[in-house]
């Protein structure tokens, strides 16, 4: 192989030697050890790195077989929850969700309300963490939901499996004396079922609660929701909210983990719609579930898809 480099600018004197020598395999050396190297700029480096992990990323998703999937569409506009100043300091914060399609077996429904109880008692750490309610969406009226604080005297709820309206003091009253007859006809020193939460809002000048669009009372964390949204074995479509006194990374927590342990439970795909909160100026608080939510290990062996 013959390589003319005649024609060619050189300033280095040694190669311009070897050139005019002729001496293909010396110049070629020579190039190779004393030309300068070139590397890539370290932000085409990181973006060529990225792109590269994007593209396992790909090839690794294609390779896995899930056994389920979570379908996730974006939020409808004509639905929100709209959070007021008040639920400040008393239980400041609230996600949700709505999962589309939902077919209860006897089984499963059975199965459902028992999660609800276990994750109450684990992941939302006896309801100091946070607390889910569950409702019947087809049985809310069209509209915005609220969430607010009433005092305990306005608050008005018809509770879970019961007939008649009652006060949130008047309930709180209630059952804090079942709880002390429960105590003593027990003979022990602690509560059980929904009495062993009464403390968490013990002392509150206000209630929180989630009103319907005809300013019903449809959930007073933490202590129960309204019968008037009671799911059942009929139940397709279902609205769940999460709230907190800690944190808005707490009500998301406990949401992905109850999507994430839904799917196991009803063995079933999960469409799940994203809920918008905002508060009362019309600003967005958060918006369920966003991108960084629902991002489980690929042990967890369910594919999300997401709408772009």
């Known amino acids: 192989m013959k390589i003319d480099l005649k024609s060619n600018p050189v300033s280095d004197r040694r190669l311009l030697k070897l050139i005019d020598q002729c001496r293909t395999k010396q110049i070629l050396d020579y190039v190779k050890q004393h030309c300068p190297k070139t590397t890539i700029p370290d932000n085409k480096a990181k973006e060529k790195k990225k792109n590269k992990k994007a593209s396992d990323d790909e090839d690794d998703e294609l390779n896995v077989n899930y056994k389920h999937s979570i379908n996730i569409t974006t939020y409808d506009n004509s639905f929100k929850i709209v959070v007021t100043n008040s639920v400040t300091n008393i239980r400041d914060h609230i996600a949700a969700c709505l999962v589309n399609g939902i077919k209860f077996t006897e089984d499963t429904f059975k199965k459902f309300i028992q999660l609800q109880n276990k994750l109450h008692d684990t992941v939302c750490e006896k309801r100091n963490f946070a607390t889910i309610a569950t409702h019947d969406f087809n049985k809310l009226p069209p509209g915005d939901l609220i969430y607010t604080t009433a005092l305990p005297n306005e608050l008005v709820i018809k509770p879970l499996n019961k007939n008649d309206p009652i006060t949130g003091a008047n309930l709180f009253g209630k059952l804090q004396a079942e709880a002390n007859n429960l105590r003593k006809e027990k003979k022990r020193n602690t509560y ?20 319907n669009r005809n300013n019903e009372v449809i959930s007073f964390p933490p202590l129960t929701n309204s019968d008037i949204s009671k799911i059942d074995i009929n139940t397709t479509k279902i ?23 839904m799917v196991t439970t009803l063995d079933q795909d999960l469409d799940v719609q994203q809920v918008r909160t905002e508060d009362h100026n019309g600003q967005t608080k958060v918006v369920y579930p966003s991108k960084t939510d629902l991002n489980f290990e690929k042990a967890v062996n369910i594919k999300i898809l997401r709408q772009h």
């Open 192 to 211: 059980s079922g929904i009495h062993k939460y009464l403390y968490l809002i013990e002392g509150k000048p206000q209630y929180p609660c989630l009103l």
């Open 239 to 261: 609205f769940i909210e999460v709230t907190s006194t800690i944190s808005q990374h707490a009500c998301k927590k406990v949401l992905d983990t109850l999507l994430k342990e």
